[in-house]
């Protein structure tokens, strides 16, 4: 399996040629996403330092993160991991972990400060897995929902 998988910032050209696959995946942690909305959002993100890291095994995409570039008062330059999910059939092949050490190295490469990221509260796993290479709670994400 190693031998086969590919993990790499992609294009939006890529992105474009793939979108049903990448919205497959994200749907799988935002089940009310209509097709439309992932759209709609992703051309949206693309234009704000929004981009895509895929890992692909023998040439499918299996797992993605999206990540947000930028800085911040208390952090300087960031890496935001959003949307990181790998698919339910490829999970246990540590794929993941893969993943996120090329994260962690791409975000050394690039001189940022510092990783953030912000995962569901009953997304144990997500906790689980984030502890494991050392991402600390900080604060808590707060959301105010307009109706």
Do not use: P
Not at 63 to 74: L, V
Not at 108 to 130: D, I, P, V
């Amino acid at each position: 399996m190693e031998n086969n998988l590919v993990i790499k910032k992609i294009n939006n050209d890529q992105i474009n040629q793939n979108l049903s696959t990448i919205f497959d995946l994200i749907k799988q942690l935002n089940e009310d996403l209509t097709y439309e909305q992932f759209e709609q959002y992703l051309q949206n993100m693309l234009k704000m330092n929004y981009f895509l890291i895929t890992a692909t095994l023998n040439n499918e995409i299996v797992a993605i993160c999206g990540c947000w570039s930028g800085y911040r008062f208390y952090c300087g330059k960031y890496l935001e991991i959003d949307n990181f999910v790998v698919s339910e059939k490829c999970r246990g092949q540590k794929i993941g972990d893969k993943m996120i050490k090329f994260l962690i190295n791409l975000a050394k490469k690039q001189n940022y400060q510092k990783m953030t990221l912000a995962a569901y509260l009953e997304n144990k796993s997500a906790h689980k897995f984030y502890d494991k290479y050392g991402f600390e709670y900080w604060g808590y994400h707060r959301v105010l929902v307009f109706k």
